[in-house]
């Protein structure tokens, strides 16, 4: 007889968009550098819009209701919105030093 819960697939959201933002971060940092002529406010809105994704991500494991998942990913949303907030926050201030 074993106590074990099986995650479910809803339970399991959280986790999986916090990965595939991470993978979008990724894929949006090394693309916007190779490509040349590439203004600097399309990444700074895509950021942006990443970093929306992990508050989404963070309320969604909120409301989870294995400890474990909402620890995880609380902590690990937190991680990369605080990151990725200070590297656009980073970005725009390059931006506006620079001039349009």
Do not use: C
């Not at 697939?9 to 940092?29: G, M, N, R, W, Y």
């Not at 819009?49 to 998942?69: N, R, S």
Request: aromatic share 12%.
């Amino acid at each position: 007889m074993e106590n074990t819960k099986k995650m479910n697939k809803q339970e399991a959201i959280p986790l999986i968009l916090t990965v595939v933002l991470v993978i979008a971060a990724l894929l949006v940092f090394f693309i916007g550098r190779s490509v040349p002529n590439l203004d600097l406010r399309i990444s700074i809105f895509l950021f942006f819009l990443i970093d929306i994704g992990f508050l989404v991500a963070m309320i969604l494991g909120t409301k989870a209701k294995q400890f474990g998942i909402r620890v995880i990913s609380v902590l690990s949303n937190g991680l990369f919105f605080i990151a990725l907030s200070f590297f656009t926050f980073a970005l725009a201030l390059a931006y506006g030093l620079s001039g349009p």
